[in-house]
């Protein structure tokens, strides 16, 4: 009997658990299937494990999962990091209920709250998901600044922690599936795990990392804390926890590479994050190629939250920094270490992340993968500057847009298309960057002219029919609510479609093959 199902919850029986989606037809040898590329499930162990509020499972049930964090009990007035990510101030309310009524959250555009529960991921697997790339991340200067913890701030330890939770959360799936491998949610290590995972219509998901200064990687006055030897030993480390992909810096400059700034108050914030880990400011100059650095934005154009933090660090003898005209170009690229580990990545087939990297860094990384004719690279959340594309993609690379609203999403979609090698198959996918602290896909602005329609059917499995999705007694509407959890992601792509028509969807369906042949490439590089 072909699954005919009306998704009117995310949570669902065991026995319904363990049925397999049907797999979408695929040219021989292909599998179909869309892909996340980006995404971070178990960053609430992340920051000090006190930041993130919710876990993605918990063995005593979706009750204890989905709890708002203890200081947020009242009305979330002291939930100073969620106001400030979410209002721009550290003032402000929520209902920190949770599980059952989800008065607040999860929404769009809370960062501190639980995104990504595994029955909302379900939904998404069920729709025609086949890929997700889980990035274990870690940033011990944000971890040092936020005064509640409960676990140390050393980013290695978190990422270790991260990766037994991801197995520890494999098992529970089996569990709850009929045993050990009969789950939906497999953690793969190669590219033929996840190939023969995808062909038994499950969810391969591969680990990642994400982190500020890997293997001790930080600056302190331009000094280096970290050596080759710990590059080589972090590496091969991660190899055995079954990582596969990895970035070389996030958010802050490292003794790795130079970072590509945030722009507007969020870039003021992370400067100024980059000065308490660094004792440096952001180093800045005018950009002279065509790629650039997101625009700082000056003193004046911030909130008075952050001018007030400013005036302070000047009032505590703190050189404040004079920027020059846009564009605006970090002096610094990649290190002679930031070099010994991309070719150690090589060395060990991984996949590089040149996201978030500076333009700087970014050329020279694309130069040393194009020396060595290494496919193995990605852009997995819009944050490379979209000039260095075109050479991503000769050498056999893949892109993934950020998870904005439908429009904007096809709208980069569209640009990228133009950008990708004729010569190879091109497919798309999306970086979510749920549990991320960063915004998912907001409702669509003209969305009342044309609303997703419910129940629709969906665009990668046309055995799958989906209605308003409902967790305890909360029912959401992607028209009016946009991407509050995961499980809203099928909403979004039915959207994509309905605006951007069959090619968008087609293209995203090759998500899973593109990523799966850029991979095998990267395992093959050299043999």
């Known amino acids: 009997m072909p699954l005919a199902l009306i998704l009117l919850g995310s949570l669902l029986t ?35 494990g006190s930041l993130m509020c919710g876990k993605p499972f918990d063995p005593r ?68 998901q086949r890929v997700l790339v889980n990035h274990l991340v870690a940033n011990r200067q944000l971890c040092e600044i936020y005064p509640l913890k409960r676990n140390a701030c050393d980013e290695m330890d978190a990422v270790r922690l991260q990766a037994q939770r991801m197995r520890e959360m494999e098992a529970y799936i089996d569990g709850r599936s009929g045993g050990p491998g009969e789950g939906w949610f497999r953690i793969v290590r190669n590219s033929a795990e996840a190939r023969e995972v995808i062909r038994d219509g499950k969810l391969a998901v591969v680990l990642g990392v994400e982190a500020s200064e890997p293997f001790g990687c930080r600056t302190i006055a331009g000094e280096a804390q970290c050596t080759r030897e710990d590059i080589d030993r972090g590496l091969d480390e991660m190899k055995r926890l079954g990582v596969s992909s990895m970035f070389v810096c996030h958010k802050f400059d490292n003794a790795l590479c130079g970072v590509r700034f945030d722009g507007g108050t969020t870039g003021a914030f992370v400067n100024t994050g980059n000065f308490l880990g660094t004792g440096r400011f952001w180093q800045v100059e005018e950009c002279t190629g065509r790629a650039n650095d997101h625009t700082i934005a000056p003193a004046g154009g911030l909130g008075d ?36 580990m991309v070719r150690g990545m090589m060395e060990r087939h991984m996949i590089v992340e040149v996201d978030h990297m500076s333009a700087k860094a970014a050329d020279r990384t694309l130069g040393i993968l194009e020396a060595a004719r290494y496919p193995g690279v990605i852009s997995s959340h819009s944050w490379t500057d979209e000039t260095y594309l075109p050479r991503l993609y000769r050498l056999g690379g893949m892109v993934t847009g950020y998870g904005h609203s439908a429009d904007r999403f096809i709208a980069e979609w569209k640009r990228n298309r133009e950008l990708r090698d004729p010569a190879r198959l091109f497919g798309y996918g999306y970086g979510l960057d749920a549990n991320g602290m960063g915004a998912l896909p907001p409702p669509r602005a003209n969305n009342g002219e044309n609303p997703l329609s419910y129940p629709y059917t969906s665009p990668f499995d046309p055995s799958v029919r ?45 998500g899973a093959e593109t990523y799966l042949g850029m991979w095998r490439g990267t395992e093959e590089h050299g043999s």
């Open 466 to 510: 989906l209605d308003r999705q409902r967790t305890g007694v909360r029912t959401w509407d992607l028209n009016t609510d946009g991407v509050a959890n995961y499980g809203l992601v099928p909403d979004w792509l039915a959207d994509i479609r309905g605006v951007g028509g069959q090619e968008i969807i087609d293209d995203m369906a090759r």
């Open 305 to 340: 939250s952050l001018r007030d933090l400013l005036r302070l660090l000047g009032q505590a003898g703190v050189t404040l920094p004079l920027y020059p005209s846009p564009p605006h170009c970090n002096v610094n690229g990649l290190s002679d270490l930031g070099e010994h």
């Open 61 to 128: 049930g979706v009750p204890e999962a989905l709890r708002d964090c203890p200081d947020h009990a009242g009305n979330g007035a002291f939930a100073w990091w969620e106001n400030f990510t979410r209002h721009g101030t550290p003032f402000g309310t929520h209902d920190p209920t949770g599980w059952p009524t989800f008065e607040d959250w999860p929404a769009w555009d809370s960062r501190t709250h639980q995104q990504a529960h595994h029955t909302w991921l379900e939904r998404s697997w069920r729709a025609g």
């Open 14 to 48: 065991p026995a319904a658990q363990a049925a397999t989606p049907r797999t979408a037809a695929a040219p021989a040898g292909e599998v179909r299937g869309y892909i996340d590329a980006h995404t971070h499930l178990m960053s609430y162990e992340a920051f000090g």
